[in-house]
T-cell receptor, first 113, second 111 residues
Framework: DTGVSQDPRHKITKRGQNVTFRCDPI?????LYWYRQTLGQGPEFLTY????????KSRLLSDRFSAERPKGSFSTLEIQRTEQGDSAMYLC???????????FGPGTRLTVT | QKEVEQNSGPLSVPEGAIASLNCTYS??????FFWYRQYSGKSPELIMS????GDKEDGRFTAQLNKASQYVSLLIRDSQPSDSATYLC???????????FGAGTTVTVRA
């Protein structure tokens, strides 16, 4: 396995701009998760996919956030009209199935100025 | 998300000593428990998983689970400077398996 990959690793954007992040899970992993982590806190769940179906979204995921996983492979997380409070590390994880361990990618660090 | 509490750090231990990390969780229905290590500026790395009451050992790491007390711990034996990191306790959501994380305990191993 090559591991979970995320792109970009860092993103600096101005408030009000839209950003999109990509996650490529470990091959054949059916479950894909998005988490957000701010300084001094543990990751907080945002949303997850079972294959291409988005099964749950956290209350943290406002209407400005949208996630997709077309064809059950890679996933994208888009944030529209970014706010300074969106600055965080966005983490993607994948697992083989619902009982398996989750493995994290390197994360995308977003800074909104 | 359910509550996961970790003992506040930072925890400073001398090289070669045992580091003991504690975690409590609020949902009695939780079934899977994980310890992740996170170096500064990096993403979490899975180091241990435990599903049944008792101890599980992997190299210098031992995870202990007590579901009756809703308590899970991690022992790091023969601590090395490379063990200096933040350790995150994660607990699954019952019947769901998304994870709830504690805030982490930062460990510093001093030479």
């Amino acid at each position: 396995d090559t591991g979970v990959s995320q792109d970009p690793r860092h993103k600096i954007t101005k408030r009000g701009q839209n950003v999109t992040f990509r996650c490529d899970p470990i091959s054949e992993h059916n479950r894909l998760y998005w988490y957000r982590q701010t300084l001094g806190q543990g990751p907080e769940f945002l949303t997850y996919f079972q294959n291409e179906a988005q099964l749950e979204k956290s209350r943290l995921l406002s209407d400005r956030f949208s996630a997709e996983r077309p064809k059950g492979s890679f996933s994208t997380l888009e944030i529209q009209r970014t706010e300074q409070g969106d600055s965080a590390m966005y983490l993607c994880a994948s697992s083989l199935d619902w009982e398996s361990e989750q493995y994290f990618g390197p994360g995308t660090r977003l800074t909104v100025t | 998300q359910k509550e996961v509490e970790q003992n506040s750090g930072p925890l400073s231990v001398p090289e070669g000593a045992i580091a003991s990390l504690n975690c409590t969780y609020s949902d009695r229905g939780s079934q899977s428990f994980f310890w992740y290590r996170q170096y500064s500026g990096k993403s979490p790395e899975l180091i241990m998983s435990i599903y049944s009451n008792g101890d599980k050992e992997d190299g210098r790491f031992t995870a202990q689970l007590n579901k009756a007390s809703q308590y899970v711990s991690l022992l790091i034996r023969d601590s090395q400077p490379s063990d200096s990191a933040t350790y995150l306790c994660a607990v699954n959501e019952p019947n769901d398996y998304k994870l709830s994380f504690g805030a982490g305990t930062t460990v510093t191993v001093r030479a």
